[in-house]
Structure formats: structure tokens, C-alpha cells
């Protein structure tokens, strides 16, 4: 199962939208994988079956789940999820879930529970931690022999219409499918700056719609946030012209810095008054891709642990809606046992 020659794994693509088909085609490239990719729309079916050697296409799920599948990728609006994952896991398949996790926390405690019981495996797709800078920031954090990380300091933003021009028409258009800047684009940067410091728990955030035309989502957004005892802030736009995205990390005895646009990370220690720079290969975005669908495999043939669990994502998903919440009542929100309290 685990050789990169075979390709025993049957999966089921649900979504075949533009994550849908980045996923077709890496868990193809993986070599390890025989695709079958389930839409509702046929053109979107038609489309895949003429670029890619798939196995299969389904128009709905409860027809694809009267074949049997090893893996089932969710790919469709955040919504559908959660409900999607637990019929899959129900009908037997190891389940890799897109960010976010889901636009709420209703039936993520069953999810849990379900995925246990059926010994399934469940992950959840957030593709940074394949990121080869935001790896190498992880390991010299968690190495400790830079002291503590202090301080963490985001910036990033794209021309979002340029590399998604049907923004207006998908689920990006409402915060109630999974649209705007917090639930589409800044939950990748929480979920991974949490991964490398721990978990958000408390945030105050500002956030407003001041450019993406034909929809009134927010495209801007500033974030102050602890993770513990570390101050965190975050500014993250869909509008700015340079595709940039650059994270610091300011621990007691040095800042590590990762410029994810340039692939390269840099590490200046206390003392020292030039970056060492270190340059990383990341041809393109379906490297990463690649990377978390062979992770993904590894993990169902193996049982190690997933790259990103479903407890992990539930926590970056509770730091968004109190983001959220905290942009809305202009106020600080602790992030509790599962839920947000707002304070003062
Ligand atoms: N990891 C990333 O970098 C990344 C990038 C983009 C989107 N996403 C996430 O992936 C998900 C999908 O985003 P997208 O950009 O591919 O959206 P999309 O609109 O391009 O594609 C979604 C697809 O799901 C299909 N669909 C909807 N309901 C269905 C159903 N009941 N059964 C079968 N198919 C159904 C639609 O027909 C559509 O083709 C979202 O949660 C989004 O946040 C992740």
C-alpha cells in the first residue's frame, strides 16, 4: 500500500471546483492513488474526465458511496464539511476535510466521535504545514535554543480577484459558506503560526470590506492575538498588488523570519546584524500538495499521525468565529473550553 509504484488507494474527490481539481490532480501525482472525482455540476465532471486519467465520476455522493473507496477528500463549500465527512466515515473511507474545518461547531464533537469508533482516519487540509519555510520555522522554535518565542508578526496579502476571478460568484461571497478574509485566507496563517507557538486564546481584531467589487465580505483584516504569555498581531489584505506573505518570529535570542512569496526563511541570532539566509525548492503550489496527499496516505497505511488533526483545526476554527466576533463588537474575545467569551 505504502509503495510509491502502486496505486491502491481508491479516492474520492468530492468537489470538483479549484481545490477539487488541485487535489485530483496531486493525489495522482503522488503515484500512489487511483482518482474518482464526485460534482454536482456535469460540466465540471466533463472538464476533469477530459484533463486527468480518473477513475471514476459520481453526480451525487450517495451514488458514489455504492462504490467502495479507501480515501475521500472534502473539497465543496465549508457548510457541507462536516455532514459530508461523517457520511464518509460512516460508509467506511479515511476522510481529508478542507479548511476551514466548517463555518460552525455543530457536529464536530460527533465527527470525533464517529472517526474513533469506525477507526478511521480524519485530517484536516491545511496545506502550510507542508510549507517548507514554515517547517524549518517550527523546528528552530521548537528546538529551544533560541529561548522562548516572544513576539509573532504577520503581514501578507494578494490581488485576490487576479488569482480567483469568479470570487463573486462562490462561496467566497458570504461569510455563511465560508467567504471572506478570516474564514478563507487568514484561518491558513492562525492554524500554522498556532502549530509552530500553541493555540490563540484570546484575540481583539478589526476588519472591514474596502475593495473586492460585487461583494460586501471583509478584504482587510488586523488581528492582535495572545498565545499565552506571546503577543501575536496580524494584517492580512485581498487586494494589495504584491502576492507577499512574510511571518517573524521574535524569540529571546534570536528572529526567525519566513518570506513564504520568495521561498526562503532567514534567522538572525542576538548579536548578529545580518540574516542568514536560507533558500528552500517550492516550484509551485502543487508541491505542498503533493507533499500533504502523500502525508495523507502515509498516515491511512501506517496510522501515524496526521499532519493536521481534526482537534487542531477545531481550535483555529474557534480563533476565527472569536475573530470574528471580535471585528464585530469592535472588543477582545477569550477563546474558552469550546466557545469565545467576550470580555469587558
Ligand atoms: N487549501 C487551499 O489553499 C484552498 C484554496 C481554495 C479553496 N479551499 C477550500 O476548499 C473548499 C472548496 O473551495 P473551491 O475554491 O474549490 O470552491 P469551488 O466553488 O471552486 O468548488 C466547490 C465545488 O463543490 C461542488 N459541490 C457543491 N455542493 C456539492 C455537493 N453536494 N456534492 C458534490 N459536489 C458539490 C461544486 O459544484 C463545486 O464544483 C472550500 O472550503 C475552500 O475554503 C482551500
Redesign the pocket.
Known amino acids: 500500500m505504502n509503495s510509491s509504484a502502486d496505486r491502491s488507494f481508491r479516492v474520492l474527490i468530492?468537489?470538483?471546483?479549484?481545490?477539487?481539481q488541485r487535489h485530483a490532480r496531486c493525489f495522482l501525482k503522488t503515484g500512489r492513488a487511483r482518482v474518482s472525482v464526485?460534482?454536482?455540476?456535469t460540466a465540471?465532471l466533463n472538464e476533469l474526465s477530459s484533463q486527468y486519467p480518473l477513475a471514476a465520476t459520481f453526480s451525487?455522493?450517495e451514488s458514489a458511496l455504492e462504490v467502495p473507496h479507501d480515501v475521500a477528500v472534502v473539497?465543496?463549500?465549508?457548510p457541507?464539511?462536516i455532514p459530508m465527512a461523517r457520511r464518509l466515515i460512516e460508509a467506511g473511507c479515511h476522510v481529508l476535510i478542507?479548511?476551514?474545518l466548517s463555518t460552525s461547531q455543530e457536529g464536530i464533537d460527533q465527527l470525533k466521535s464517529e472517526a474513533q469508533q469506525h477507526a478511521r482516519v480524519v485530517g484536516v487540509?491545511y496545506?502550510m504545514r507542508h510549507n517548507p519555510g514554515i517547517v524549518a520555522l517550527r523546528e528552530q522554535v521548537r528546538r529551544g535554543s533560541h529561548g522562548p518565542p516572544l513576539q509573532v508578526v504577520y503581514h501578507g496579502g494578494q490581488d485576490f480577484p487576479f488569482f480567483r476571478p469568479?470570487y463573486r460568484e462562490?462561496?467566497y461571497r458570504d461569510r455563511a459558506t465560508?467567504g471572506g478574509a478570516i474564514q478563507?485566507a487568514l484561518t491558513?496563517i492562525v492554524n500554522a503560526v498556532e502549530w509552530i507557538v500553541g493555540p490563540v486564546r484570546a484575540v481583539a481584531a478589526d476588519a472591514a470590506h474596502l475593495a473586492l467589487e460585487g461583494v460586501d465580505v471583509e478584504d482587510t483584516v488586523h488581528v492582535m492575538a495572545r498565545h499565552g504569555d506571546l503577543l501575536a498581531s496580524y494584517a492580512l489584505n485581498q487586494h494589495q498588488p504584491p502576492n507577499e506573505s512574510v511571518l517573524q518570529i521574535n524569540c529571546r535570542d534570536a528572529s526567525l523570519r519566513a518570506e513564504l512569496h520568495a521561498n526562503c526563511w532567514k534567522r538572525m541570532k542576538r548579536g548578529e546584524t545580518q540574516w542568514q539566509t536560507f533558500h528552500y525548492e517550492f516550484a509551485d503550489r502543487d508541491v505542498g500538495f503533493v507533499a500533504q496527499a502523500n502525508a495523507f496516505l502515509d498516515s491511512v497505511a501506517t496510522g501515524q499521525n496526521v499532519a493536521c488533526s481534526v482537534e487542531e483545526a477545531e481550535q483555529t476554527l474557534r480563533c476565527c468565529l472569536a475573530i470574528l466576533k471580535a471585528a464585530d463588537h469592535r472588543c477582545w474575545v477569550s477563546l474558552t473550553e469550546g466557545q469565545a467569551e467576550t470580555e469587558g
Open positions: 468530492i468537489g470538483g471546483g479549484s481545490i477539487g464526485c460534482d454536482t455540476r465540471v451525487d455522493l473539497a465543496t463549500p465549508a457541507l464539511h478542507e479548511k476551514p487540509a496545506v469568479a462562490i462561496y465560508g478563507d491558513h
